[in-house]
Structure formats: structure tokens, C-alpha cells
């Protein structure tokens, strides 16, 4: 254990290490979502690079399950919105409401104000309320009538989407998916994890034993630990080169933004941190390319036509961009 992967807890003033946290953190999620490991560990990455996670999939595969056992896993204030096409904006960020015995405007918080933001089958909503998200995924603040409004930290949104074959969806802006730190697919249960899931919720909800393992002054201090990682600048070049890299794909009419390579080096480092490394490995950023890049991009029109993926592409970019060795 290193001191870059240590930090001080802001309540008891202790050293708390990240490997050891995250993986209390990882096993209790793991008690409902089971056999979903790597799934687990993107949401504890995404959590520790202070990021938000999108999870998209077919309906019934466990989705929200992820987002609230995270969020009971975490002792802090969780909120959860859920997304319907009637959803107003105001009902997300807050609205000022006249009080007539003072007359003066007073601020009502709206479901935003929390550590965990779970925002269920966000893209039922119409675009105008998911862009109510936009301010606060990547300022985090609110702004109602000419006044801004800070968040507490952490604050993570963890939001579920259906694909867009399925009816009454709307695909989410280019902003919107761009201020997601990763997208995460949950698949299908392998037959042992489904039996075992038939058995264990015949009677009874395992979310309602879940307990907290940790809590928000804890998260804080893994989030500061995490961002002390030492980063060389052969990675950080990888880092650039890869973002670059979509950006000349033909096969690309949207490419990767300079704040998809910030978080992605931010995932990388919390990538190190939850294997106990006081530093970042090029394997760090090959493992999160996928994740990280895929959702960002737009496809060209031949590249639509033969059916590729963003997922595809991204993985053959792997390929064609040069490693650096060592640290």
C-alpha cells in the first residue's frame, strides 16, 4: 500500500487505503448484482474519477438494481427521477416559488440535489428535460432565474436507458452523452447467477438488507487519493493520441472531445488506484478506451451502412496506435 493510494478520512482523521475501500464497496453491490463483476468495478471507476455512468441495455437485466445498490452501499443522500415524458424540467434542477407572506422568491431544490442521482430510463424524457441535466453533470451546480446553486460532493449520476429500438425512447444529445464518463452494457446473467437470483428473491428483496459500507466523506477522501496518481507523460501522450485518433477516423463523422481525454485519464487513474498502484499503466487506458470513447462518437454514413460499431471502431484504434513501455 502507497501513500498515493492513501488518504485521510475527513471524519476520524485515519488513513484509508483505496484498493481495500473499494473492494468493501464492490463486494456489498455484488451481494444483489451478481456476476457482473467487471460492471461493478466501472461503476466504482466512475465513481472515484467523480463521473457519471450510463447504463444502457434491455429492460428486466438489472439496471436500476446496479444504480440503487451502489447507492445503498454508500451512506449519502441518494435521489432517484424517474424519467417519463411528462417530466418537466423544473421537477429535475428545482424552481423559485413566491412566498406571499415574506414576497420574496424561495428556492425549492429540486431531485438533483443529492450525493447519487439514479435517473431511471432517462431517454423517456423529452430532450429539453434531459438537458436540465447538462449544468450540473459538468459544473456541478444548478442555475434558476439568474442564481446559481452549488452541489454536494460527491455527486454522481447514475443513469439507465433502453436502446433506441425500444418504443417511446428519445436518443440522448451529443452533449448530454458527452458529459457521461463511461456507458456500460449489463448483459444477460450467465445460467448459475440466474438460478441463484430465482432462489434468493423468491421471498425476499436483497436490496432492502443492503447496508452502507462506506459514506460521503469516505468517497470524498478516495476521490482526493485517486487524483494524486502519478501520470507519465508518455501515457498522457497515449492518452491524446487515442482522442486524436477518432478525430481522423473515416469511418467517424464525430470524434472524441478534449473532455473525453480528461476523463479518461481520470478512469485510468482510479482504474490504478483500485488495484493498489500509485500510478498509471498503459493497460489502465486500453481497459477503459471502450467504455469511455465508444458512447461519444457518431458513426459515418459507410460505416452505418456495414453495420459497424463505435465499439469496433475504438478497438481497432487500439491496435493501430503505438504503446509506450514502462510507466
Known amino acids: ?53 450510463l447504463i444502457e441495455d434491455v429492460p428486466g437485466v438489472g439496471k436500476t438494481t446496479l444504480a440503487k445498490a451502489l447507492a445503498a452501499s454508500v451512506d449519502a443522500s441518494v435521489r432517484r427521477i424517474q424519467f417519463t415524458p411528462d417530466l418537466l424540467p423544473s421537477d429535475v434542477t428545482g424552481v423559485a416559488v413566491y412566498d406571499q407572506e415574506t414576497r420574496e422568491f424561495e428556492f425549492k431544490p429540486g431531485a438533483v440535489f443529492a450525493n447519487i442521482v439514479v435517473s431511471d430510463e432517462i431517454n423517456r424524457a423529452s430532450p429539453k428535460t434531459q438537458s436540465a441535466l447538462l449544468e450540473c453533470m459538468e459544473e456541478r451546480q444548478v442555475t434558476v432565474d439568474g442564481v446559481s446553486y452549488e452541489l454536494a460532493r460527491p455527486f454522481m449520476v447514475m443513469a439507465t436507458q433502453n436502446p433506441l429500438e425500444m418504443e417511446g425512447t428519445y436518443p440522448l444529445p451529443e452533449a448530454q452523452r458527452d458529459r457521461f464518463t463511461a456507458r456500460v452494457s449489463m448483459g444477460y446473467p450467465d445460467p448459475a447467477a440466474e438460478l441463484a437470483m430465482l432462489d434468493d428473491r423468491a421471498t425476499t428483496d436483497p436490496l432492502a438488507g443492503l447496508r452502507p459500507v462506506a459514506d460521503a466523506a469516505l468517497v470524498r477522501a478516495l476521490v482526493a487519493a485517486t487524483s494524486r496518481l502519478h501520470v507519465s507523460e508518455a501515457v498522457r501522450r497515449y492518452v491524446v493520441a487515442l482522442v486524436e485518433g477518432t478525430r481522423r477516423s473515416p469511418e467517424l463523422r464525430l470524434g472524441a472531445s478534449p473532455r473525453a481525454g480528461l476523463q479518461l485519464l481520470r478512469a485510468a487513474r482510479a482504474s490504478a488506484a483500485l488495484q493498489g498502484r500509485d500510478h498509471v499503466l498503459p493497460d489502465d487506458v486500453q481497459e477503459l478506451a471502450v467504455p469511455v470513447l465508444s458512447h461519444r462518437l457518431l458513426l459515418g454514413g459507410d460505416a452505418a451502412v456495414g453495420r459497424r460499431t463505435t465499439e469496433q471502431v475504438v478497438t481497432q484504434l487500439l491496435g493501430s496506435v503505438p504503446v509506450p513501455r514502462g510507466r
Not at 20 to 31: D, L, M, P, Q, W
Open 1 to 53: 500500500m502507497t501513500e498515493a493510494t492513501r488518504a485521510a478520512d475527513g471524519t476520524t482523521g485515519a488513513s484509508v487505503d483505496v484498493a481495500t475501500e473499494g473492494a468493501r464497496i464492490a463486494a456489498s453491490i455484488a451481494h444483489v448484482v451478481q456476476g457482473k463483476d467487471d460492471v461493478i468495478r466501472l461503476a466504482l471507476v466512475v465513481l472515484l474519477a467523480e463521473g457519471h455512468l
